[in-house]
C-alpha cells in the first residue's frame, strides 16, 4: 500500500472591498508613498470597514469560495482549523462559529494561534491528521481582521497591515504528492518585539490599559526584520538541502507577505530567480495567518500537477518554519 500523503485540492480566498492605499495614509500619518513602497514593497491593504463583522465573517467567505469552486457539500469536512491572531472573541472559538455557518455540520473545529506562522502550523497539523488515515477531508482555513488590532496613528504597524482570508482543502494522496517536509521553529525571545500587551491573564483589560493604548499591536520592526530574514531563509535552504532540492528543481516560493525584502532576501539564499518567487503584498500587505492561502489562491492558474513548492513564514513569538510540498493537480478553467 502507498502512503498516504497530505495534498491541498482546492482552495478559496476572500478580501474586503475597501481599498486603504498608500496615498491615504498620507493624509493620516506622517509618511509618504515612496518611503512605505521603498521599505515594505506595500501599495495598497484591504480593510473590512462594516460593523460587527469580524474574522469569521472573512473566514467564512473564504471558505464560501473554495466550495463553491470545488462543488464540494459541506458535510463532507471532517475537520475546519481556523488559523488566526484575531479572533472574534476569547474563548468561544472562531472556528466553531465558521464551521457551523458554511454547513460544515459533521466536522469539528478549533482555532490555532502562531502569529504569522498560523498558516503554515496549520499545514503540517492538517496534514498529520491526513496522514492519520481517519480524516479524508480537512479545511484549513487563514484569515485576520489586523485592522482590529492597528492604531492608525502608530507609523511603525499602521502602514503593514490588512485584512483578508484563504481557505485550503487537504486530502489523502497515493500517488507521492502533497506535504514533503518540514522544519517548524520557535523561540520565546520574540515575546517583547512583537505583541498586544494588554487584553490576555497577565494585563486584563482596563480603563487604564485602553488609554495608554495597549490592545494595539507593537512592534519592535528592526528587531523582527533582523530575525525573520536570518530565519525564514535558514529553514528554506535547510529544506532544500535535506531534500536533494536544487534552485532548479524548485518551482516557486509560497513566502509571507509581511515585507517585500524580506521575501527578496530569503529567495537570495535559495538561488530563486524572481519569477519562481510568488508576490501580491503590494496589493494586500500583511495579512497574517492569510497571506500564503492567497497567494496560492490569486497564482492557481500558474500552479501545476507536480511543481515543487517551498512555503515559508515568520511570526511574532517568535515563530517560523518552512514546508515542502508537491503540487496536486491542475486547475480546470
Known amino acids: ?18 481599498v486603504l492605499s498608500n496615498q491615504v495614509l498620507e493624509t493620516l500619518v506622517d509618511t509618504n508613498d515612496e518611503w512605505i513602497t521603498t521599505r515594505t ?36 469536512i471532517d475537520l475546519v482549523i481556523m488559523a488566526t491572531a484575531t479572533p472574534d472573541m476569547p474563548v468561544a472559538s472562531t472556528g466553531v462559529y465558521v464551521a457551523t455557518q ?12 502562531a502569529a504569522c506562522s498560523s498558516f503554515l502550523y496549520g499545514i503540517s497539523t492538517a496534514s498529520a491528521y491526513i496522514e492519520s488515515g481517519r480524516y479524508k477531508k480537512v479545511l484549513l482555513i487563514g484569515a485576520d481582521k489586523m485592522s482590529s488590532i ?4 502608530d507609523r511603525a504597524t499602521c502602514i503593514i497591515f490588512g485584512d483578508g482570508g484563504g481557505a485550503v482543502l487537504f486530502e489523502p494522496n497515493t500517488e507521492g504528492l502533497g506535504v514533503q517536509d518540514e522544519i517548524l521553529r520557535s523561540d520565546g525571545i520574540g515575546r517583547e518585539f512583537l505583541k498586544i500587551e494588554a487584553g490576555g491573564s497577565i494585563l486584563p483589560p482596563s480603563e487604564e490599559t485602553v488609554k495608554n493604548k495597549q490592545h494595539f499591536v507593537f512592534q519592535d520592526g ?13 529553514v528554506s535552504e535547510k529544506i532544500m538541502e535535506r531534500n536533494n532540492l536544487s534552485h532548479d528543481d524548485i518551482n516557486w516560493l509560497v513566502a509571507h507577505q509581511a515585507n ?18 510568488l508576490v501580491n503584498i503590494h496589493r494586500y500587505g500583511n495579512t497574517t495567518s492569510a497571506t500564503l492561502p ?14 515543487n513548492i517551498i512555503f515559508a513564514a515568520f511570526g511574532g513569538g517568535f515563530t517560523w518554519g518552512a514546508i515542502y510540498l508537491k503540487w496536486a493537480y491542475n486547475k480546470q478553467n
Open 1 to 18: 500500500m502507498n502512503k498516504i500523503t497530505a495534498a491541498i485540492t482546492a482552495v478559496g480566498s476572500y478580501v474586503p472591498d475597501y
Open 41 to 76: 514593497g506595500i501599495k495598497e491593504r484591504r480593510l473590512l470597514k462594516e460593523e460587527g463583522k469580524g474574522t469569521s465573517y472573512l473566514a467564512i467567505k473564504a471558505a464560501q469560495n473554495l466550495l463553491e469552486k470545488a462543488n464540494l457539500d459541506p458535510k463532507e
Open 102 to 113: 458554511i454547513g460544515a455540520t459533521n466536522a469539528f473545529a478549533f482555532d490555532l494561534q
Open 150 to 153: 492597528i492604531d492608525y496613528t
Open 222 to 234: 528592526k528587531t523582527v526584520f533582523k530575525y525573520a530574514v536570518s530565519g525564514m531563509a535558514d
Open 260 to 277: 517585500k525584502r524580506i521575501i527578496d532576501a530569503t529567495a537570495s539564499r535559495m538561488g530563486l530567480s524572481e519569477e519562481k518567487v
Open 294 to 307: 492567497l497567494l496560492l489562491s490569486d497564482f492557481e492558474n500558474q500552479l501545476k500537477k507536480g511543481d
